[in-house]
Every structure is written in structure tokens, then in C-alpha cells.
């Protein structure tokens, strides 16, 4: 999928598991949630860090552009080292290595980690990562139009507020995880979210997704996880603009409804 629908996908994800928490009575604090739905609207772009040519890759102008070179020839390595002889050849390391479900646990936990290690400059970091990439996702025509300095200051800005706003007593700095020291640890079950959303959106495309790796299936290594040929689309089709989009919006509106209350 494109990065649009990537990024609606994974608010209304997050949104949905606030409408789930909701429901067994342990509802989450409102800013957890804003705070949740941006940070996995945001991850759910952060696989294509293996594409050069994907949004992820403008995001942060030449640091991020020369990232997307470093992971898709990681990626590309692993493949190579790992490979069955039924996996087909390719040459390059898109859709590989970063689209896995193992690479979304490792990507939660470090989110976790540097959230809990490095305190409120970690947080900082991790919503500001997030919130720009969301505001590429989420607000993609006006962030092409915008300069990449105003988008920054976007970010900047935002994780400053969202922070403090999390910091405030009964606000969520402390949820889920109520352990001395744990504060924010949850921030990483975004992150872990977004990435598994992201692999399930590709996985319903014509090329599908190997979620799965590095378990074996049908002698491959790398087998493409996806419904039928004939129920798959083609990225950017209209299936993807015109049906799934709006559909994201809706679940993500009842989501968010459910979640404070409201229905």
C-alpha cells in the first residue's frame, strides 16, 4: 500500500485497541491514545525504510534518504544469506527483512528501551520520529507543499506538548506498566503495531508480504503471506484510494468513539 493508507491504517488500529481496552473496563487516558494513534499512524510507514523511493525516505531529507540505502542493502544481505533455493532471485531488499514480524518486535522493544533508558529525551525522540512521519502519512499533500524545516518544527513542537501532556498525573506516563521506573514503557506497543499493520496492508497487495519469516512455509523461506491472487490489489489502485481509505477512516472514527465513551 501506499503511505496514506499505511499511516490511516495504523491510527485506526491503535484506535481500536483503545476501543478494546474500553470494553474490559481498563479504558486508556485520552492523551494515550491521541498519543498512541499518531506514534502507530507514524510506524506504519517506518518499514519501507528499505525503499529509497518511499515516504519514509523524504522524511528526513538526507539522513533518512541515506538510511533507506543502508537497510535495503542489509536487507538485501540477509535475503541472500537466507534464502531456500525455492525463493525467487531479486535484487534488492524491498520487502524483505523490515517486513517481517520479527523485525516489528525488535523495533517495539528498542522503542521501549530507549523510552525507559533515556527517560523524557527518549520519549522526545520517539514522538518526534513518529510525529513527523504521521504528518507525512497522514497530511501528505500539504506536507509535499511545506517545506521539510516546517514539518520538523511540526514535530518538534508537537512532541513537546504531547509529552508534557503525558507527564501530568493520571495522564498515561505510567500506563499499562505500573512498575517503579517503567513509566513509557508502553510506548513501544505502537511502534510494534504500526510495523505489523504495515505488513498485513502489503500483504494484501498483488506481491503480498513475507510477515512470516523466518518460518519455513511451502519450502520458502521468504514466502509472500497474502489472501487469494484474485482478492489482492495493486498498490495506489483504486481499491486501495477509494474502498480501504475510507474504510480506515470509519473504523478509526468508531475506534476513538468507543474508546472515550461516546458509543
Not at 178 to 200: F, K, M, N, R, S
Request: proline share 6%; charged share 15%.
Amino acid at each position: 500500500m501506499m503511505g496514506p493508507a499505511h499511516s490511516l491504517s495504523g491510527a485506526a488500529a491503535w484506535l481500536g485497541v483503545g476501543a478494546a481496552a474500553a470494553a474490559s473496563g481498563h479504558p486508556m487516558p485520552w492523551p494515550v491514545l491521541v498519543v498512541g494513534a499518531l506514534i502507530c499512524a507514524g510506524a506504519a510507514l517506518a518499514p519501507d525504510l528499505d525503499h529509497k523511493s518511499a515516504t519514509i525516505s523524504r522524511a528526513f531529507g538526507p539522513l533518512s534518504r541515506g538510511l533507506c540505502e543502508v537497510v535495503d542493502k542489509l536487507s538485501y544481505a540477509v535475503y541472500k544469506a537466507t534464502r531456500s533455493p525455492r525463493d525467487a532471485r531479486r535484487s534488492g531488499g524491498h520487502r524483505t527483512l523490515t517486513h517481517t514480524w520479527l523485525w516489528a518486535v525488535l523495533i517495539g522493544a528498542g522503542s521501549s528501551a530507549v523510552a525507559v533508558g533515556f527517560d523524557r529525551w527518549g520519549v522526545l525522540a520517539i514522538l518526534f520520529v513518529h510525529l513527523v512521519l504521521a504528518v507525512e502519512g497522514l497530511l501528505w499533500r500539504a506536507a509535499r507543499m511545506s517545506s521539510d524545516v516546517l514539518v520538523w518544527l511540526l514535530g518538534a513542537t508537537s512532541a513537546w506538548i504531547l509529552a508534557g501532556v503525558l507527564d501530568e498525573p493520571g495522564n498515561g506516563a505510567g500506563w499499562l506498566f505500573t512498575g517503579p521506573g517503567q513509566e513509557y514503557l508502553w510506548l513501544g506497543l505502537p511502534v510494534l503495531l504500526g510495523a505489523l499493520v504495515h505488513d498485513i496492508g502489503d500483504a494484501l497487495t498483488v506481491s503480498g508480504c513475507p510477515v512470516l519469516w523466518p518460518l519455513p512455509i511451502a519450502g520458502k523461506r521468504w514466502y509472500a503471506v497474502g489472501p487469494p491472487k484474485m482478492m489482492r490489489f495493486r498498490a495506489g489502485s483504486w481499491v486501495e484510494l477509494k474502498v480501504l481509505m475510507p474504510v480506515f477512516m470509519l473504523l478509526g472514527g468508531m475506534g476513538g468513539a468507543a474508546a472515550l465513551g461516546f458509543i
